[in-house]
Nanobody
Framework: QLQLVESGGGLVQPGGSLRLSCTAS????????VGWFRQAPGKEREGVSCTNILSNYADSVKGRFAISRDNTRNTVYLQMNSLKLEDTAVYYC?????????????????WGQGTQVTVSS
């Protein structure tokens, strides 16, 4: 069964850091484009970052977040630095088969269950 599992969420103070992990089972994540999304209470889900051969970031996280892969662990990471109150959300990872070198935030096939990130003083 194809599955994505996120981990690494938690409570952090403004200015702090967290690293989220997205680990796949039953498929090779290195063959897929992977995206990180988030959904805050009362808001629509939004794309945060994605990686394929190239990577992409939402304007709101550029310079603060970094996406990376470890194919030996079948895992994609989202390093989040300089966290702000408005970064509070449930974060999801998702995967879709590669169709190009770049990535976008549309039409993902597989989704994880989400991990809560709370930024609070």
């Amino acid at each position: 069964q194809l599955q994505l599992v996120e981990s690494g969420g938690g409570l952090v103070q403004p200015g702090g850091s967290l690293r989220l992990s997205c680990t796949a089972s039953a498929f090779t994540l290195g063959n897929y484009a992977v995206g990180w999304f988030r959904q805050a209470p009362g808001k629509e889900r939004e794309g945060v970052s994605c990686t394929n051969i190239l990577s992409n970031y939402a304007d709101s996280v550029k310079g603060r977040f970094a996406i990376s892969r470890d194919n030996t662990r079948n895992t994609v990471y989202l390093q989040m630095n300089s966290l702000k109150l408005e970064d509070t959300a449930v974060y999801y990872c998702a995967a879709k088969r590669r169709t190009s070198l770049s990535c976008d935030f549309g039409n993902y096939d597989y989704w994880g269950q989400g991990t809560q990130v709370t930024v609070s003083s």
